[in-house]
T-cell receptor, first 113, second 115 residues
Framework: AQSVTQLGSHVSVSEGALVLLRCNYSSSVPPYLFWYVQYPNQGLQLLLKYTTGATLVKGINGFEAEFKKSEASFHLTKPSAHMSDAAEYFC???????????FGQGTELSVKP | KAGVTQTPRYLIKTRGQQVTLSCSPI?????VSWYQQTPGQGLQFLFE???????NKGNFPGRFSGRQFSNSRSEMNVSTLELGDSALYLCASSSLQGKSADTQYFGPGTRLTVL
């Protein structure tokens, strides 16, 4: 069965530090990969996605992610955390089943001043 | 373009009742997906509609149902509510083709509380 695993339900970084949120997936077919962010009492907003082509994907707000097929990973990074980055982050895969996303459990990012 | 809208934003029901939630997709989008978000189970796929047809269904009991209208607006219905149905219900729409690689745009959700 296809699944998505996000390592670490809570990650805390200092403002200005590197942000690294980990995502691994299990899939028998090449997946499409997404990172979404959710702020309190809001819906999900797309940060970036990988479909085909270049494996390093740049998204909004300075985030980027690299698709590594050999590791079945799609980790999200940002060189310098900002207080406004505090939110919950979800990794998701889509497996040629139309509009069905399979989500990881989410990682709550805290940013300390 | 206006984003995905969901109504109502908050809802309180009692066990045994039924509820209908509404979702209006981004103009021109033909695919609408529904998700349930709870602290324990996370985000789980309910079902997806494309051009008025249910194209995918998640692993939820038959009490959960949905439909899509010719203008792509969608509703989901939960009958015989249980306490465990308390959740944030999110609707998402994607573009004209509704392909797997398409970005899904999410609404703000409907917070359902079952007492």
């Amino acid at each position: 069965a296809q699944s998505v695993t996000q390592l670490g339900s809570h990650v805390s970084v200092s403002e200005g530090a590197l942000v690294l949120l980990r995502c691994n997936y299990s899939s028998s077919v090449p997946p499409y990969l997404f990172w979404y962010v959710q702020y309190p009492n809001q819906g999900l907003q797309l940060l970036l996605k990988y479909t085909t082509g270049a494996t390093l994907v740049k998204g909004i707000n300075g985030f980027e992610a690299e698709f590594k097929k050999s590791e079945a990973s799609f980790h999200l990074t940002k060189p310098s955390a900002h207080m406004s980055d505090a939110a919950e982050y979800f990794c998701a895969v889509s497996l040629n089943q139309g509009g069905k996303l399979i989500f990881g459990q989410g990682t709550e990012l805290s940013v300390k001043p | 373009k206006a984003g995905v809208t969901q109504t109502p934003r908050y809802l309180i029901k009692t066990r045994g009742q039924q509820v209908t939630l509404s979702c209006s997709p981004i103009s021109g989008h033909r695919s609408v997906s529904w998700y349930q978000q709870t602290p324990g189970q996370g985000l789980q796929f309910l079902f997806e509609y494309f051009s008025e047809t249910q194209r995918n269904k998640g692993n939820f009991p038959g009490r959960f149902s949905g439909r899509q209208f010719s203008n792509s607006r969608s509703e989901m219905n939960v009958s015989t509510l249980e306490l465990g149905d308390s959740a944030l219900y999110l609707c998402a729409s994607s573009s004209l083709q509704g392909k797997s690689a398409d970005t899904q745009y999410f609404g703000p959700g409907t917070r359902l509380t079952v007492l």
